[in-house]
């Protein structure tokens, strides 16, 4: 064991062996390009929800930057007691489905027949599972759809009818197509059928909503849900039903929920554009800011974005005039709706705040 070759073989074996004890004291996994990540203890969990870019009118301001503030809450409580990405993303989207105030679920903008159709996508960065729901009426919460689609089917995506049958299958009750009416939503689809209307006057005020997160195992998951746009054709899908395009979630990168234009989110996969320009070794806000800036440029869209890296560093992004967004990080809350606005609060004085 003296000679040069028999030290290398007690140093080999030593590694071997020290690295055996590193599995058994650390968390540890290896990527996919073979390099090797070694997670000392837990990660801190982030959640960023956003209510949707554009222009905000007033009336619907309070209730949008509240609305993102308790979903962002929810989904950071969930979090905080060890609560997983997934969870954390989709009931923090399942509260603002709820929530009027948003185009998702009730409150969903209607289409040139006067009817809710609603799409969503869930996914989870772990195994880049995904479920995806498009032109859904009658339910309340597409995005818990989204996820039985991801767990309890094959498929990725299922539509209209189909998706209708199999929620019947799963034993989500099905609700009057009317519960999801609001007045607002109702008189602005008349107002747009009025022949004079300006139709894009009300496609800028819109409300979809997403989340995105990462919880203490260092896991990632993007949700997102909508009405989709004011007096769409029957049958229109947008983004939001789409991988890469409403969101995309990979424990590799990090995850990203878009909002905005979405045939021109679509026309630039705009999630994942966002989590390529991370993968060359930009930040997320400049990967955001690219990718916005190329879907302007490239096809005249405009949108907005949140983003959390698998590191924990996020981004609320816009290049529309307005988005609501909320982040929770140690324990701080982060929130705004103009651009250059970032206002905070301690987790728990907003939780008394918003009663929880
Ligand atoms: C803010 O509006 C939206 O996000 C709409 C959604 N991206 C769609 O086109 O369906």
Redesign the pocket.
Known sequence: MHSAQGQTEAAAGYLKKASRIEIQLFNFCISCHGSLILRFGSMKPVIVVHG???CIFKEREDGSRSGVIRAALKGYSILKQGGCALDAVEQAVALMEDDPHF?AGCGSVLNQKGEVEM?AIIMDGKNLASGAVSAVKCIANPIKLARLVMEKTEHMLLTDYGAQCFAKAMGVPEIPGEKLITERSRERWMKNLEPDSNPHKFQTD???VGAVAIDSEGNVACATS?G??TNKLVGRV???ACIGSGGYADNHVGATST????ES?MKVVLARLILYHMEQGMSPEEASDTALNWMKTRVGGLGGVIVVSNSGDWAARFSTKQMSWATVKDDQLYYGIYTGERLTKSFEEALTSEGF
């Open positions: 949707g870019a554009g185009n799409d819109l409300g979809t909508t989709g746009l947008g983004d939001t909002t905005g234009h979405g989110i």
